[in-house]
């Protein structure tokens, strides 16, 4: 013990001893270069011995858990992958209606005869999605889209698709619906599209489409609601009963000079569509729908404020003694449409939907607005007026980039209370 | 034992005394000895002078070791400049020499500033031959740094070049201004990679052997020539079906990443100077403000281990100017460009809650309608309001006598330079070149005006013997520049220095001049072991317009053996108050 003690003893004294010769050689090279400069005659030779010293303490560069980290993102491409994709797999949204709950999706997209990160879209492209939601909404579908025709800006794309939306909202037919009588319905189809799509000059697009449609409707799996079948009939929903197949034709036309139609400040879109919906299995709901849809921006005095009007209709038909089945009727509330009112509000044969929003640029990425939406629905177009119109209002920002539009919050009342509306998408 | 302990405990305490007593002289005299390393300047109580002051040239350019390769985060800079404060290092710029100058040195060579240029010389510029040799360009890569559509070739002589693409809708625009702003960096002092504008066929191009892209996902593959022709299908053409483009030759050297413009480079023992501190660099904002170079960033320069005369050191360069004058590189500049940060989270409230009541007044700036001017203007442009994309630590640095360095070297740009530098661009409309002249020659007398008479303009001192003895002459800037009245009136206070304490003492009263010189009174401090005496003046000018101008300009004489001469000049950062001579 002892000789283990004496060992402890001595070695503490010249570790003691060594910390001191050591700090006594190193402090008086330190000041070896003080007086090294303080007898200098040169300021070349006081910068120089500063250089003498640095290169003593050179290291490499480092960067904090901060940088580190961005300098990682920099260079993962995360963004790019998550948005973009990898190997043409990709996150995908599935394109729900509001309600649908939290979901995931893969989309697959791989685009042919031309790389895929070309400035311009490939010749042909084949794209899948597949989505699902904890509200046990699903979407599957492909598409394979070929461009240009014959050296035309045409589009032919061919597509097929399953969704299944287990908890659409249902408050019955008209503007007098009541709230409290909101119930749920499955709404299940299968399609089969093909499509064209062509734009002849600059601010001109045309379409024609033909679509084989299989809807089936079901009992509604949102348990804090009834399901629409245990409320309503097929007498104030349409079609509840029995679902046929339908194909249905469309053309659609539109004149767009809106300076960016991602972000846009000025110029206008006006847009109608026809569609045919003919009953292939009961002949007994044939009838034609026309989509008008018109959207106007102003400019205010300068770029950074605008006024943005819109005015959208929607006018069905149905051919005499058919009907048009309810989950394919106008609907009017949401994030699109009456912005006070929650998703598929009110919905009947026609609509008619207003609405006015003053935006103004806070910054670079980010938009105000305010915004009023007036609109109705009728089972008879001859209502279809400006008369005894639901109202809504609020306020809302948009997130944006320098060029494109990147989500909207929208905050907005009416006389069913308040609603937020957040969405990852460009409205109008 | 206990004798044996005793001895010990002596032992371990005299070692234990002796570290603590080391390490206390050294924590005494450590601090000391970094405080007097770089900043002497600053530094009252220390030589002032050395032998070979003033220097002109900064011996950075020593031999060191190879240094490795460091790349910078594209995103770091902005997070941490607009959400934090990186300066650690406040204060007069140290890099300069006595005479408020910029010294030669790896980041700054004296051109347009110090020495007469021809307007051949500055159209020349970096340039070192003409651009990419004719003949098969073969595409070697794609960088995926930057949005500029771009790619790099080499030559038939071997030498690599970056291939800008103009934009679509914006023809001749980053490729103009990336060209004119070579010619005016260069003219400056900066280090900047040789740029030319060059026009060519695309069966020119031939795909390298083992090219590579970087996908979208991060993924590499070979370089295909159908890729090459996808990235040339929307380039601008000219009359006779080339493109034009911008061809950038591969700096000379490594590349070893790029420079912050705050703290030094550990790796390289010739970088001492904290970047903040560093004159050419805080300066560069009086340049970026007259080019709109809202763009200068980290990211945007270049550190090069070059070797020259056998000596191997980092060279530090300014890069990518797409983003100058009007242009956004892949646009034209936005609107906000110049006049605020990309994030300003007042301005951001207030715009959002005023709603679109409040106006930013640079919303009223009005802008060229010629595509390849794209939006600039010098109308509503002011120098005091112009801002980067995001808080440049060393822009935010710039004192008054950074500006004044940097606006006097603006200044020296004449109208014919800026014309002939205005037709680098090669724009194809004359009309458009017109207006970028006048445009560029506006911006110049704006910084120029705001920045030389923001503080004491007083300059070109020097010795002049008259029949009433030696005198200290030198000249107002403002006023020869014909940016103030010719009137106005100086005053000068002599002090003694003692050159090897940095002690200074008052010297008779103050001196109203006759003019624009002074008679060098007797004024002299104790010799030193050479033999040197030296005299400061401390000379305000009295202006009614300019009253900031009280603010004196300290000028230290030199007087070795009778032979006398202008050795140090201070001028006022805007920091300080008026100085009174008997606080020394």
Redesign the interface.
Known sequence: M?FVH?LQ??G??VV??G??LL??F??PS??A??EQ??K?????D???A???K??T???????SN??QA??W?????LF??IM????GFRLASGQFPAGAGTGVGVGFKKGLG???????QPRAEIEAIAAYTARGYTRGGAAFTVRPIAGAALDVRVSGQYYKFPQEDYFGPGQESRSEDRTNYLLESHEGSADILWKPARFVDLGFGVSYLSPRIGSGTDSRYLSTDQIFDAKTAPGLDEQPDFLRGRLSAAFDWRDNPLHPHSGGRYGVELSRYRDETLNAYDFRRIDIDLQQYVP?P?R??TIALRAAAVITDPQSGNDVPFYFQPTLGGSRMLRGFREFRFRDRNSLMLTAE?R?????L?D?A?FVDAGKVTGDRSDLNFRDLDVSYGFG?RVHS?SAFVTRLDLAFSREGFIPLLRFEHVF | ?SS??TL?YR??RA??A??LL??G??LA??P??VA???E?TDARDA?RF????P?WR???M?D??PV?E???????EF??ETFGESVRSHGRALNINTLDEVPDSSWFTNRLGRFDMTIDEIVQGPNQNDGPAAGTWLVTGRPDSGIT?KFSIRDSRGDTYLIKLDPANFPELPSSVEVISTKIFHAIGYHVPEDFIVTFDPSQLSVAEGAQ?R????EKRAI?I??VN??L??APRTADGRIRALASRWVPGKVV?QFRFTGT????????YPHERRRELRGLKVFAAWLNHDDARSINSIDSYVEVDGRRFIRHYLQDFGSNLGSGSTSAQ?P?GGYEY???GD???K??FS??LY??DW??ARYPADPSLGNIEADFFEPWKWKTEYPQPAFNQMDDADSFWAASIAARFTDPMIRAIAATGRLSNPEAERKLTDILIRRRNKVVEYWITKTNPLDRFEIRQTAAGTELAFDNAAIRLQLASPTGSYVARWLSLDNATGTERLNGSDVSLAGAHAQIPDAWGPADP?GVRYAVALIETNHPDFPAWKRPVRVTLRNRNGAIDVVGIERPTGAEQRVNATDH
């Open positions: 002892r004496a003893s001595a503490r004294s003691a001893v910390v001191a700090t006594f190193t402090v330190l000041a270069a003080q400069e303080a200098a005659t040169q300021r070349a006081v910068l120089a500063e250089r003498d640095k290169a303490e050179v290291a490499a560069p480092e960067r901060v940088e961005l300098y993102y920099d260079n993962q491409y790019t992958r973009n994709g990898w190997k031309s790389p895929s990160n070309a400035l311009q205010l300068n950074y404020r003053y103004w640029e806070a910054s670079w980010l105000g305010l920002f320098n | 034992m044996k302990r010990g032992h371990r070692a234990l002796a570290s080391a390490l002289f050294a005299t450590a000391g000895i007097q390393r770089l002497k030589k050395y032998a070979d002051d220097v900064d011996h950075d020593r060191i070791r490795a460091f790349d910078l985060s594209k995103s770091y997070v941490h559509p892209i996908m979208d996902t991060g295909r159908s890729d996808k990235w299908e929307h990443g480079r550990p790796d390289d023992p010739n970088d001492i936005q906000r990309l994030i300003e301005k951001i409230a715009g959002l709603f679109g106006r930013r919303t009223n050479a």
